[in-house]
C-alpha cells in the first residue's frame, strides 16, 4: 500500500516551454503533497507543500510563478515549470505523507532538461 | 546551522560488516525521523522512521534516536554491496495544516566493499 506515482519519469523540453509533472496518489488521499528538486550530488530541498483545495505554499526563494502547483483532487498534484531555462533541469520528486506506519512515499521522480 | 546535518561520507565498509549512518539535528520540537536510502538516479525509499527515544529494529536495520542529544543514526548489519546508496536523514521540524513537511539531510554515501 501507499503507492505514489509520478509521470512522466523523464522530459526533454527547449528552453521557453512549460512542462507538466504530475503526482498521483494510488491508494490513499492526500490532503497535502511536497514537492522537491534535487541536484546532482545534492540533497533534496523542499521546494512547495501542495495543499488540496488551496494555494500551495512555497519554500523561501522558489517563484511560485514559475513553478505553479495545482492540487484538484485528494489524489492529485501537479507541477508546472514555466518558461523553463536550462538552469530548471534536474531531478522532481513528489511525496505524500501516507497513513500510518508508511512514513512519507515518494514518486518515482521526474528527470527535467531544458535544453 | 542546518536543520538536519549529516556527514557527507563516502563511508566505505567491508562486506559483513557493520555500517553506521549518523545524523544531528537543531530543532528540539522535531518529533519524528526518517532514514531513507537513494541509488543513483531513483528517488528515494523509507528504510525505517523513529519518534521514541531508544532503539528501533527492522531486519538488519536498526535506527536509534537520542533525543536529548538531539542525534539520530542507522546501522546496517551484515552489510552488502547491494546497500551501497546514499542515506538520507530527514525531520519534520515544522507542521503545516495537519501534515508535516519533512527536511533532509545532505545524505552520506556508503560503499560495501565485497
Known amino acids: 500500500g501507499a503507492v505514489v506515482s509520478q509521470h512522466p519519469s523523464r522530459v526533454i523540453c527547449k528552453s521557453g516551454t512549460s512542462v507538466k509533472i504530475e503526482c498521483r496518489s494510488l491508494d490513499f488521499q492526500a490532503t497535502t503533497m511536497f514537492w522537491y528538486r534535487q541536484f546532482p550530488k545534492q540533497s533534496l530541498m523542499l521546494m512547495a507543500t501542495s495543499n488540496e483545495g488551496s494555494k500551495a505554499t512555497y519554500e523561501q526563494g522558489v517563484e511560485k510563478d514559475k513553478f505553479l502547483i495545482n492540487h484538484a483532487s485528494l489524489t492529485l498534484s501537479t507541477l508546472t515549470v514555466t518558461s523553463a531555462h536550462p538552469e530548471d533541469s534536474s531531478f522532481y520528486i513528489c511525496?505524500?505523507?501516507?497513513?500510518?506506519?508508511?512514513?512519507?512515499?515518494f514518486g518515482s521522480g521526474t528527470r527535467l532538461t531544458v535544453v | 546551522q542546518k536543520e538536519v546535518e549529516q556527514n557527507s561520507g563516502p563511508l566505505s565498509v567491508p562486506e559483513g560488516a557493520i555500517a553506521s549512518l549518523n545524523c544531528t539535528y537543531s530543532d528540539r520540537g522535531s518529533q519524528s525521523f526518517f532514514w531513507y536510502r537513494q541509488y543513483s538516479g531513483k528517488s528515494p525509499e523509507l528504510i525505517m522512521f523513529?519518534?521514541?527515544?531508544g532503539d528501533k529494529e527492522d531486519g538488519r536495520f536498526t535506527a536509534q534516536l537520542n533525543k536529548a542529544s538531539q542525534y539520530v543514526s542507522l546501522l546496517i548489519r551484515d552489510s552488502q554491496p547491494s546497500d551501497s546508496a546514499t542515506y538520507l536523514c530527514a525531520g519534520n521540524p515544522s507542521k503545516i495544516q495537519g501534515a508535516q513537511k519533512l527536511v533532509f539531510g545532505q545524505g552520506t554515501r556508503l560503499t560495501i566493499n565485497p
Open positions: 511525496s505524500a505523507q501516507a497513513p500510518a506506519n508508511y512514513g512519507y512515499t
Open positions: 523513529i519518534y521514541s527515544n
